[in-house]
Structures are given as C-alpha cells and as structure tokens.
C-alpha cells in the first residue's frame, strides 16, 4: 500500500476534469436578456432540460419604463413561453398598450407598448398678451406668460406641467389697470392790463395718451376754460380723462392773476372822491370835488401809475374866502364868478341850506359890484 498522503495528489487531477467536464455542459448564467442572475445549484440543470424545446421570447425593454416579469410556475426563465411581464412606466410619462404582457407560443410577446411623455392641454393665449414655452406642453415644461404694453398680469406668471397633466396654475389674463396720462400746460402769473382787474387767459386743451387699447374718453374740464377773463386771484382748472377700462387720468394747474395796486385814497375832509375801475388799480383815476362853501386845494384828479405811486398831490377842501381889495369891477366879479361856479360845481344838490345862502350872498355882490368898490376904495 503506498503512503496515505499520496492519494489526494493522484485525485485531484481527476477531479479538475470533472468539474470542467460538468461546468461544460451546465449554463455558466441565465439566459440573455432574461435579467438572471447564474445559478449554483442543482435546479439550473433541471430548468434547462424542463425548456428544452419551449418558445423564448426576446427581451423587453421599454424606454422611460420598467419591467418586471414572472416566470412560468417551477421555471427560472423570465423570457420563456407563458412568462408575464407587468410595464411601469417612470413619472411623467404615460403607458401607451397593455399594461401586462404574456409571452406567447408564436415567440412574441402579447401587446406592443411604449412609455410617452405626458402632455399638458394647450394654453390659451391671453388677451393682449401672450405665453413663451420651454419644451412645449410636456411633463415639467415652464411656461411664462406676458403683457402688452400697458397691460397688467393677472394670475399666476409662471405655470408648470405636472405628472397629472394638469397645469400647475390657472391661465392668466392681461388687464388694463393703468391709468390714461395726460399733461396739463403750464400756465404763469398774468397781470392785469392798465384799468382792468380781468386777464384773458388761453391755453391748449391737453389731450390724454393711452399705452393699451388708445381709446380714451372726451377730455373733461373742471373750472374756467382757455380764453375766459379771469379775474384776480387763484383759479384751479383741472382735466380728467378715462379709458377703456374706466381707468381715470387726471392733471391740474392754477391760473393766478395778479392786479397792480397803488393802495386806496380817502376823500378830502368836506369834499368827495369819484373813481374809475377798482379805485387803486394801475390806470385807475380818481377825481376830487369839494362840498358847498369849500373850494379844492391840491390835484383835481390822480392817477394810479406803474411804478404803483399816486400822479399829482393829496387834494384838500377850504373854505371859500372871497377878496373884496381888487381894485376893478371886472375882477371882482371874476372872482364872484369863479367862487359861484365852483360853488355849484362842488355842491349835487339845490337842497342845501348854505348852498343857497352863499348863492345868494354872491348874486348879491355881484348886482350891487360898484357899491362894493366904492366902499372899497373909500377903506
């Protein structure tokens, strides 16, 4: 007998053979495109012979899907005769075919399905305005919407579309909220002519301007319109004007008119003061007169002048004070005569009782002149 330890080194040849004979004809892996993976056991050599002449079917694959698929009862083989494969597809894509598939006798598979990317509804375009896509209307596709000049976004800018093939937010909408512009003119202090205490003041009516549609409503005027009189002060005049939408633009100014004024004069003490215009304007004048028995010192008329001062001097009334040392009749009655004149002049009425009796005091004088002069030259 030889040494125990020589029979392992005789065997072990053997045994390599053997294993190489059995991983020979055994399948090393699954069957292609089956998604096995090798077998190590005893079951492998079982399956293989069970399907020796069963149809296979080729392997399914589905783009943007997944597959999982049952084998026949007993069977490793998920492409084989009767094998079912159950088609999911990934989020945003939808399955077009059956859902299931059976592996038929005729080596193909039941149904024929792909996975296709879902679709939004088309968005309407807004009124007066718009929408801009990326990647059209599919599964996570942005769109953003916009206005027209002078329009307003209403709703949501942007809207997304989601798995269930629904936008994210509802459509939007462009509105008219802003308002019509329109610019007043610019209208500076006016002053007065001389003798009048009205300016007449133009102007162009302004027109409104719209950025939407351009359809506005008549301009509408508040105050006095252009080429009026206006009279001294402040006056505000305003302009309003609508669109479309009822929106409302709206300007203002103020016309100021300026009156020059030389400040008021007072009547003389016992006498009167008419004046034309105002009385204190510039260009206004203002006449002076003196009461019965009173005769006017001073200007019998000034005017109100550019430079806001008074022409002539401040007027006063005398009393009438008649000189009997004249030495001709002629100039004494002169004298009568010119006292009698302003004495009617100075006095309205015939009612006044010194009125009358200096009146009277005076045709006296004069009817009896040459008694008056002898006396005079006899003192």
């Known amino acids: 007998m030889g040494s125990p330890g020589l029979w392992p080194a005789l065997l072990l040849p053997q045994v390599l053979l053997l294993l190489l004979a059995l991983l020979h004809v055994l399948p090393s892996q699954g069957f292609p495109g089956s998604g096995d993976s090798p077998l190590e056991d005893d079951g492998v050599w079982y399956s293989h012979s069970l399907y020796k002449d069963t149809p296979w079917c080729s392997p399914i694959k589905v783009k943007y899907g997944d597959v999982y698929c049952r084998a026949p009862p007993g069977g490793y083989y998920k492409t084989a005769l009767g094998t079912r494969c159950d088609i999911r597809c990934r989020k945003g894509y939808e399955l077009h075919g059956s859902s299931q598939l059976i592996c038929q006798s005729n080596k193909r598979w039941s149904d024929k399905v792909i996975c296709k990317q879902k679709r939004c509804p088309t968005l309407t375009m807004p009124v007066n305005g718009g929408f801009k896509c990326v990647d059209g209307a599919y599964f996570n596709s942005r769109c953003e919407y916009y206005c027209s000049p002078g329009y307003t976004l209403k709703g949501e800018r942007t809207v997304t579309c989601m798995d269930n093939k629904a936008w994210s937010g509802r459509p939007a909408s462009c509105v008219d909220m802003e308002p019509p512009r329109i610019k007043c003119p610019s209208v500076k202090e006016r002053i007065a002519e001389p003798n009048k205490l009205t300016v007449r003041v133009s102007w162009e009516t302004p027109e409104g301007r719209d950025t939407a549609d351009g359809i506005l409503t008549d301009v509408i005027l508040k105050g006095l319109p252009p080429g009026s009189n206006f009279p001294e002060g402040d006056h505000k005049i305003e302009y309003t004007v609508y669109d479309r939408a009822e929106n409302k633009g709206t300007c203002k100014f103020r016309v100021k008119v300026r009156v020059r004024r030389c400040g008021k004069l007072n009547a003389p003490e016992n006498g009167y003061m008419k004046c034309s215009s105002d009385g204190d304007n ?80 005076l045709q006296a004088v004069a009817s009896n002149s040459s008694l008056l002069l002898q006396h005079g030259s006899s003192g």
């Open 282 to 361: 510039y260009g206004a004048t203002c006449e002076f007169s003196c009461i019965g028995g009173y005769e006017l010192q001073g200007s019998p008329a000034r005017v109100c002048q550019s430079n806001l001062a008074w022409s002539g001097t401040e007027p006063s009334c005398a009393a009438m004070n008649v000189n009997v040392g004249v030495r001709t009749a002629a100039a004494l009655l002169d004298q009568f005569y010119e006292k009698r004149r302003l004495l009617i002049v100075s006095t309205p009425t015939a009612r006044n009782l010194l009125y009358r009796l200096q009146l009277g005091m």
